[in-house]
């Protein structure tokens, strides 16, 4: 299986600022993907990350709120932009492996104020 | 929208009884997996089950999964109290993009008492 760090682990934020999550993979893949995980809710897909070309978003997501990099293919970013008490959740990244299985990172917990 | 629903939402079961999760989905599915999650926490991956098979097994785990009625089942046996955690089931399919995706099922929480 794929080992995935994210930094950061959790963070608390003010409203109107924007925060940048890192995905770290140790092995390379070709697609990463971005879920937000909301309290006490499941996960929801925000953006399909591919290196080199642009990010594919979900229904409800814009690459201006969530813009993502994905500069090679062991790493990627997500930034979450222009924040609200709305957007406190946790974000995860994740990688196919193994042909079918998908893995998770940690995950960063956000709290917005 | 969510692709899959769970049910039961929760479930408190006593030390050393089984536990059954049941997971529907709507579309066509690759393949169907299980994860579960502790409070907080990353998801830690369970089982993936082929759209071609119809059970599995892994350890005290066991997953079914009935295309004709788009359902699959977690059976956790002999349960433990570091078995408590919400359980998800995630579906892989192709969208209207063309391309795959995974889609989460709303969860079982899952409490077993010791």
């Known amino acids: 299986s794929a080992v995935i760090s994210q930094k950061p682990s959790r963070d608390i934020c003010q409203r109107g600022t924007s925060l940048t999550i890192q995905c770290q993979v140790d092995s390379q893949v070709t697609m990463m993907f971005w879920y937000r995980q909301q309290p006490g809710q499941s996960l929801t897909l925000i953006a399909t990350a591919n290196q080199g070309s642009e990010a594919t978003y979900e229904s409800g997501f814009v690459i201006d709120k969530f813009p993502i990099s994905r500069p090679n293919l062991t790493f990627s970013t ?36 | ?60 785990l066991r997953v079914t999964l009935d295309t004709s009625k788009k359902s699959s089942s977690l059976l956790i046996t002999a349960s433990r109290a570091a078995d408590t955690a919400s359980y998800f089931c995630a579906t892989r399919g192709m969208n209207s993009g063309g391309y795959q995706k995974v889609t989460f099922g709303t969860g079982t929480k899952l409490q077993v008492i010791p």
């Not at chain 2, 830690?44 to 097994?57: D, F, T």
């Open chain 2, 1 to 60: 929208s969510q692709q899959g629903e769970e049910d039961p939402q929760a479930l408190s079961i006593q030390e050393g009884e089984n536990a059954t999760m049941n997971c529907s989905y709507k579309t066509s599915i690759n393949n169907l997996q299980w994860y579960r999650q502790n409070s907080g926490r990353g998801l830690v991956h369970l089982i993936l089950i082929r759209s071609n098979e119809r059970e599995k097994h892994s350890g005290r």
């Open chain 1, 78 to 113: 997500l930034t979450v932009s222009n924040m609200s008490p709305e957007d406190s959740s946790i974000y995860l990244c994740s990688v196919d492996a193994r042909g079918s299985e998908q893995y998770f990172g940690p995950g960063t917990r956000l709290t917005v104020t």
